[in-house]
């Protein structure tokens, strides 16, 4: 089955600089790449995916990035706020989106933004 | 409307007993989830029901068993509750293919 290893576990950055998470998966069939934050106390919620067939993939200041060869991809967050401070999951699927194949987490990174 | 919405929030209950825990989506989703998410913040999935078909089941013990009475709604039904099924569980819904998941709120139970 697939395995997804997350790091750092935890990741303290100053308030607008960037921040990078990491995550390795090892089925080369996995397709889909979600990424989640998870506040203190509430449920995850998706903030940005991709799909095998794009590199890279961005929003506002929140950017993904997969490399297929390597089956890793990485989330950025730039200009760090403090409402930043969550804890971030990656994720990896071989369905098609998400779907009835279940996704596989990595074990979250704990972003704090330091004022 | 909460998309997906699961009750209770917080149960606390002895060793021995047996509980349950309701889910519901309103999303039109085909594609149900439990995830237990334990004291280390690790998130690992339980069961996926499609069109009222179980698809997953991830080596959880038989004491958790889920029940889908319509597409709408996945239950787990949890007998003889032991000290390590104290966690967050949460219910998620997808559309297959789709977007990825929509959790519920969870649910924090407690065994003491």
């Known amino acids: 089955g697939e395995n997804v290893e997350q790091h750092p576990s935890t990741l303290s950055v100053q308030e607008g600089d960037s921040a990078v998470i990491k995550c390795t998966y090892s089925d080369s069939a996995s397709n889909y790449f979600p990424w989640y934050k998870q506040e203190l106390g509430k449920r995850p919620q998706l903030i940005i995916d991709i799909r095998s067939n794009v590199g890279e993939k961005k929003d506002q200041r929140i950017a993904v990035t997969l490399n297929k060869t390597a089956k890793h991809f990485s989330l950025h967050i730039t200009e760090t706020q403090p409402e930043d401070s969550a804890v971030y999951f990656c994720a990896a699927s071989s369905g098609s989106g998400g779907g009835a194949d279940g996704l596989t987490f990595g074990k979250g990174t704990h972003l704090i933004i330091q004022p | 409307d909460t998309a997906v919405s699961q009750t209770p929030k917080y149960l606390v209950t002895q060793m021995g007993n047996d509980k349950s825990i309701k889910c519901e989506q309103n999303?039109?989703?085909?594609?149900m989830y439990w995830y237990k998410q334990d004291s280390k913040k690790f998130l690992k999935i339980m069961f996926s029901?499609?069109?009222?078909?179980?698809?997953i089941n991830e080596t959880v013990p038989n004491r958790f068993s889920p029940k889908s009475p319509d597409k709408a709604h996945l239950n787990l039904h949890i007998n003889s509750l032991e000290l390590g099924d104290s966690a967050v569980y949460f219910c998620a819904s997808s559309r297959s293919p789709g977007p990825g998941y929509t959790f519920g709120s969870g649910t924090r139970l407690t065994v003491v």
């Open positions: 029901y499609n069109n009222k078909e179980l698809i």
């Open positions: 999303l039109g989703h085909d594609t």
